[in-house]
């Protein structure tokens, strides 16, 4: 198992923020590593809808399906799963001082099957996703 964790800036209230992240669509804005994510189910963004996100990691392209596990007003949780790995995004916000909120990101990723055996080669390239989502973030969401 690799766990990252990043906090970043959001210049957004929190309930703004918050109802951006919930949307995991928009993904394609702050997620380097996402080449597209549609959604999956009609119907109000609550727990249990799902998306299909398709990523590149280390030159592969490769779809995961995420759902949205729990949505509180400062709290989010989306689990992903494809048949090589098991990802947990779990996003805490809090208000900052200015008006904007402050994002802390954790992320699980447990790989399966004969993955596993790579996952303590793919931390380094797991922390480079996690520093490029950081980075990615707060230029997304000033708009």
């Known amino acids: ?10 210049a957004r209230p929190i309930e703004d923020a918050v109802v ?4 995991f669509a928009h993904t394609e804005e702050w997620d380097p590593a996402t080449v ?6 009609p119907g109000p963004v609550e727990p249990g809808a799902r998306w299909r996100n398709l990523s590149r990691f280390r030159g592969r392209t490769s779809a995961l399906e995420y759902r949205l596990d729990a949505r ?17 995004d779990d996003l805490r916000f809090t208000p900052a001082s200015d008006g904007s909120t402050r994002l802390t990101y954790d992320a699980t990723f447990a790989f399966k ?10 931390r380094k390239e797991v922390d480079r996703l996690a520093d490029d989502v950081a980075a990615a973030v707060p230029r997304a969401t000033a708009r």
Do not use: W
């Open 20 to 23: 951006y992240f919930a949307d």
């Open 72 to 88: 509180q007003a400062d709290h989010l949780v989306f689990t992903g799963e494809n048949g090589t790995v098991r990802v947990k």
């Open 36 to 41: 597209s994510c549609v959604r999956l189910d």
């Open 113 to 122: 099957g004969v993955a596993r055996l790579a996952a303590p080669f793919l």
């Open 1 to 10: 198992m690799i766990h990252v964790t990043r906090t970043m800036l959001v």
